[in-house]
């Protein structure tokens, strides 16, 4: 008797863990080709996501009041260097209207409709993150319904932060480039050197130690010095061109010593977001 | 008699409150939980969970029912990724069970129980996410930069909050 209890409970475990790899390995195809989650798992997700709500606005509204007194204090210090920088920067949006502007004119001339550099943007609050220590997601609060789409980058202040992993009705997941899974953070980028030439390649990988980002196998001969700019290149469709990514921190030969590799400070803190935007392209 | 108690009710609001709230603490000291280093995660449903077998005395809570709701929810809505939480739940559940059979729960057997099922819960969860290739966090720098955090984090969240939820058990029994 006690034998077959026991070989009973063995059974049951034995099914258990099959159904489960069975379970996660069909969720992760899912995730991987499926531009929406199936219909069932969209409607729950979006039910959890709306009573979510009920308990994370008090929350991020609490942390809102605390962190304004928190800033007050050092306010005055703020002021007093940005009001240096505002002159600098009236001039600088004056001209980039213009600019702006000369070159609509200049692509209606060629009719030029689209370029790679065009998109419109969705803002979305931060519902709620993921705990987990290797899925870097948060949920926004903007769905497939306000015309968010997989795979679409998402910013926050001025750098790129990520992009749609799960499009839900009325919210989505963000996975950060933070996270180091194999399909997170590959990113099309394009590194603009000081002596004008520009390098393209493709983000690889997020460095935790050193809060860098990754970008590996360059083969090319220009020097890429400290500080130079990083920006997505908008090659392979879905990103557009110009999104700021970060700056280079350190160029350095490979872990296999052919080709050499970027680490890039990103512009923006990745562990604190509360408002982000999803840049749209338009196709 | 749980069908006739307050906690037919209480235990669900009660459970699905800290599964939000592990969310939104989360995104609320995400600066703080989420640094490069170390990373602490709450997980204030295994507390509820583990608390309910504590506190269950001759109650008969249907916990692992409760439990595999609160892991569909946690897989879908959070991660994503089906078919982990569900199952590690109500193993939590089970497993402290089991203990609780042979040692009487109070404060201090508690703590070292939620120790277990802390460990067990992140252990699990990081084997499966391996399998299934969502990280490539090495084995060491879990225990170093993950499971030491988040074991130090919640045995706090355990200290802090036992009282507490052992007074909302008492007067929803």
Redesign the interface.
Known sequence: MQKFSFNRRLVIIIV?LI??????????AI?NKKST?PLI?QF??DI??L??R???LP??G??GSVSSISELLNTYQENQQLKKQVSELAQTKVRDQTLAKENKQLKTQIKLNDSLTDYTAISAA??????????????INKGSSAGVVKNMPVMSGSGLVGRV??VNKTNA?VELITD???SANRFAVTVSTKSGKTVNGVLSGYK????QITMDNLTTKAKISKGDKVITSGLGGVTPKGLYVGTVAKSAGSDYGLSTKLYITPAT?L???NIVTVAVTKQ | MYRLSKMRFGFPIGLFLMLFLDGSISQVFSVQMFSASSVMISHLVVLWLVCGVLFEENMAMPLAKWAAVAGVVFDLYYTGIFGVYVFVFPLVVYLTRQIVKYISPNFLSGLLIYFIDITIVEAMSFIASRAVHMTSMSGSSFLVNTLGPTLALNLAMFVVLYFPIRAVYNWLK
């Open positions: 258990c159904v489960s790899f069975a379970l996660m390995t069909v969720s992760v995730r989650p798992q729950g997700n959890v996501g009573t979510d009920v308990v994370a929350a991020n609490l942390r931060v519902i709620t993150r993921t705990p987990s220590s290797w899925q870097n997601q948060v949920v992993s799960e997941k180091n899974n194999d935790a130690a050193t809060g803190d562990s604190d977001l």
